[in-house]
């Protein structure tokens, strides 16, 4: 059974930093997609970054040059180190993957951008 849980999340002050982790087990990242999406409140969820099983790696316009997405393949996690936060930030945010031709997503953990 494939299962994702994110941790990290919490309150951080405007040009603060955290770093989202994403255990997962019955699957490894190594060998697939792994991406981190974020939901704020009354919003849809959209993608944040992306890192394929070869490494690559993709972000949203508004994450570019403060949010990094990375993979430790001996430890099965994904990180997403997230820079120079901004109140627009605030949002809930999911682990995502997939794995043997299905889609997983995590409980999500929150992060909040405030003063």
């Known amino acids: 059974q494939v299962q994702l849980e994110e941790s990290g999340g919490g309150l951080v002050q405007p040009g603060g930093s955290l770093r989202l982790a994403c255990a997962a087990s019955?699957?490894?990242?190594?060998?697939?997609?792994a991406a981190w999406y974020r939901q704020a409140p009354g919003q849809q969820r959209d993608l944040v970054a992306r890192?394929?099983?070869?490494?690559?790696?993709n972000y949203a316009d508004s994450v570019k040059g403060r949010f990094t997405i990375t993979r430790d393949n001996a430890k099965n996690t994904v990180y997403l180190q997230m820079n120079s936060l901004k109140p627009e930030d605030t949002a809930v945010y999911y682990c995502n993957a997939w794995a043997y031709g299905k889609n997983y997503w995590g409980e999500g953990t929150l992060v909040t951008v405030s003063s």
């Open positions: 890192i394929t099983y070869g490494g690559s790696t």
């Open positions: 019955g699957m490894f990242f190594a060998h697939d997609v």
